[in-house]
C-alpha cells in the first residue's frame, strides 16, 4: 500500500494534470473521458471537484468519469454528494474492480476515438491489455504510477513518447515509479512541468529509475543543469547533429529535467564551446540544429 505522502503526492499530480488536460480535450472533442484506475477515494474525490470547477467550458460538451475501485465503501456516498452538483454534461461511473477492469470500462463508456486520459495506480506489473485500452487507438493518454519500470510495455501498447522518473520522498523514500505515455510533445512537457510543480510543493526530488545509483534531482529553485548538459552531450555522440526540439524531447523521455532546462544546458554548452549551433545569436529556435565540437583544448572527450 502507498504511504500517505506518496498519495499525497498521486493525489495533486493527478489534479495537477487534468487542469492542464481537461480544457484541451475540450477545445480538441466534444467528448472527453477520465478513467481512474487504483486512486484512492481522496483522489477520486479531487477528480470530480476539478472536472466541477470547469463547468463553463462543458456547454455543448460531454464529460465521462469512470472510478474503478476495489474497497472503499465509502466513496458511492463521497462521490454522490459531489455529482449532484456537477453540470448536467458530465457522467460518473463507479465501477468495482482493480485496474485490470480499465478496457472493459473503456469499452463500455463508448470513449473509442475521443480524448481519454488515465490515470493508474498499480503495485505491481501492468497488464499489456490495460495499456492498449488507455493508448484508445491514437487518442488516449496515460499516467502510470507502479512498482518498476513500464517504458517497454508503454511503447508497446501504441505510446511513441514516454516518460519515467522515480520520486523520491522528503524521508529519502523511493514511491516507485512514476510513467507517462502520449503521442504529444506539448503533454509531455506539460506532465513535466506537472511533476516539478508538485514536487517542489511538497519537498519530493526525482532519480531516473533506469539508474538505481544516479543522485535525485532536488526541483525546488533552479536545478543544477550541468548533469544534463552531460547527457545531451552524450546523446550528440550517440547520434550526431540534433535539431533542438529532439533534444528537448530527449530531455523529456530520458532524463528527469524540464524542456526548459534543455535550453539552459544548451547555453551552458555552447558557452563552453562544447557544441556550435547554425546561427550565430539570437534565441535557439526548435529547428536549429546542434552539433558538438571537438574538446576545447586541455579537456578530455571525444569528436
Keep these: 500500500m502507498p504511504t500517505d505522502r506518496t498519495t499525497d503526492f498521486l493525489r495533486a499530480l493527478l489534479v495537477r494534470q487534468l ?29 470530480l471537484q476539478l472536472v466541477g470547477a470547469h463547468a463553463d467550458q462543458l456547454r ?4 465521462t468519469v469512470l472510478v474503478l475501485t476495489d474497497g472503499a465503501p465509502d466513496l458511492p456516498a463521497r462521490l454522490g454528494s459531489i455529482e449532484a452538483e456537477l453540470p448536467a454534461e458530465v457522467t460518473v461511473h463507479l465501477l468495482p474492480g482493480n485496474p485490470d477492469r ?10 473509442a476515438g475521443s480524448p481519454l486520459f ?9 497488464g499489456p491489455k490495460l495499456l492498449t485500452a488507455a493508448a484508445n487507438g491514437r487518442t488516449g493518454e496515460v499516467l502510470l504510477h507502479g512498482g518498476s519500470s513500464a517504458r517497454a510495455a508503454l511503447v508497446s501498447a501504441g505510446f511513441p513518447l514516454v516518460a519515467e522518473l522515480a520520486p523520491v520522498l ?3 523514500e523511493v514511491a516507485g515509479v512514476v510513467a507517462f ?12 512541468d506537472a511533476l516539478w510543480s508538485v514536487g517542489a510543493d511538497l519537498g519530493v526530488r526525482y532519480r ?3 539508474d538505481p545509483m544516479s543522485a535525485p534531482v532536488d526541483v525546488a529553485g533552479e536545478p543544477d543543469v ?12 550517440r547520434g550526431g547533429p540534433r535539431q533542438v526540439t529532439e533534444l528537448r524531447r530527449h530531455t523529456l523521455t530520458a532524463t528527469v529535467y524540464r524542456a526548459a532546462d534543455a535550453n539552459r544546458a544548451l547555453a551552458d554548452l555552447l558557452d563552453e564551446g562544447e557544441v556550435r549551433r547554425d546561427r550565430e545569436n539570437g534565441k535557439l529556435a526548435g529547428d536549429e540544429l546542434i552539433t558538438q565540437t571537438l574538446s576545447p583544448p586541455g579537456r578530455g572527450g571525444t569528436p
Design 170 to 172: 522528503p524521508d529519502d
Design 208 to 210: 531516473d529509475p533506469a
Design 19 to 47: 487542469t492542464t488536460w481537461l480544457p484541451t480535450a475540450l477545445h480538441r472533442s466534444r467528448r472527453a473521458t477520465i478513467a481512474l484506475a487504483g486512486t484512492d477515494a481522496g483522489g477520486a474525490v479531487a477528480a
Design 181 to 192: 505515455g502520449s503521442r504529444s510533445d506539448r503533454s509531455l512537457e506539460a506532465v513535466r
Design 102 to 111: 480499465l478496457p472493459v470500462a473503456v469499452k463500455a463508456a463508448g470513449a
Design 60 to 63: 455543448g460538451r460531454q464529460v
Design 118 to 126: 488515465s490515470f493508474v495506480d498499480v503495485p505491481g506489473a501492468v
Design 226 to 237: 550541468a548533469p544534463l548538459a552531460q547527457a545531451l552531450l552524450a546523446e550528440l555522440r
